[in-house]
C-alpha cells in the first residue's frame, strides 16, 4: 500500500506525501449533523513543514486525525505516499499509525511513573528502525534529563519528551495538534526550535496546527481553514527561526 509517488507538477517536483481529493466529514450529534470538513482538495510534500491556521471549530483537528489515521472521511479520498488510506483496513491503519507517523498532542500524556527515556523506549521497542531513546532526547536538548520523571519536568520540559517520544521511532510524518497551546511564548518557543530541529536535521514531513498566527511564520506553507473549508494557502519564501516569533 506504501509506495512512493512523484509528481513532476509539484513544487520544485517534490515528493507528494498526502494527496487529498474532495474529503468531506460529517458528525451525527443526535438529530443534528455537524459538517466538519468541506471538500478538502489539498497536495502536502516530503521534509515541508506546514502550519494549519485557523480559529476553533475550523475543522484542523479533524483534517490532521484524518491524516493520521486515527478518523476516517465521510466522502472523499487521502492518499500517503500512492495509497489509499481510505480504503485500508484496520490492520493496514495500525501498521500505518505505528511505523510512518509520529503524534504530538496539546498535552503530553507521558507516563508519570516512567523516566523521560523509559517514556521514549516505550515507543521504541515496537518500531521497525528506531534511534536510540538517548539520541531522540538529545535531538530535542534534553540529553541531560534522561532519568528524571515527569514531574520533576517543567511543561515544555514534558512536550519536548512528547516531540522526542514521537519521532524516536524514526515516522516519516510528524502531525502536532496544538503543541504550544498550553504552554507560554518562551517556552513554546523552545519546543518550536525543537519541531525546526527534527524537520531540517531529519528531513521529517511536518504539519503543525495552531490557531497562534505568528507560528505561521516558521512554516513553508501555511493552510488557512475556515469553516471546514482550506481558505488560503500562503508559501512563505523565507522562513522565520523560532526566536524571531512573538505572540
Known sequence: MLESAKNPDTPMN????????????????????????????????KGEFTVFLGASGSGKSTLLNILGGLDSPTDGHVQYAGGDLTRASEKELTAYRRYHVGFVFQFYNLIPSLTALENIAVVTEIANSPMQPEEALKLVDLGDRLHHFPAQLSGGEQQRVAIARAIAKNPDVLLCDEPTGALDSKTGIVVLEALQRVNQELGTTTAVITHNASIAQMADRVIHLADGRISQIDTNETRLDPSQLSW
Not at 498526502?18 to 482538495?41: S, W
Open 14 to 45: 517534490k515528493e507528494v506525501v498526502f494527496h487529498v481529493h474532495g474529503v468531506t466529514k460529517i458528525y451525527q450529534m443526535g438529530e443534528v449533523q455537524v459538517r466538519a470538513l468541506r471538500g478538502i482538495d489539498l497536495d502536502l510534500y
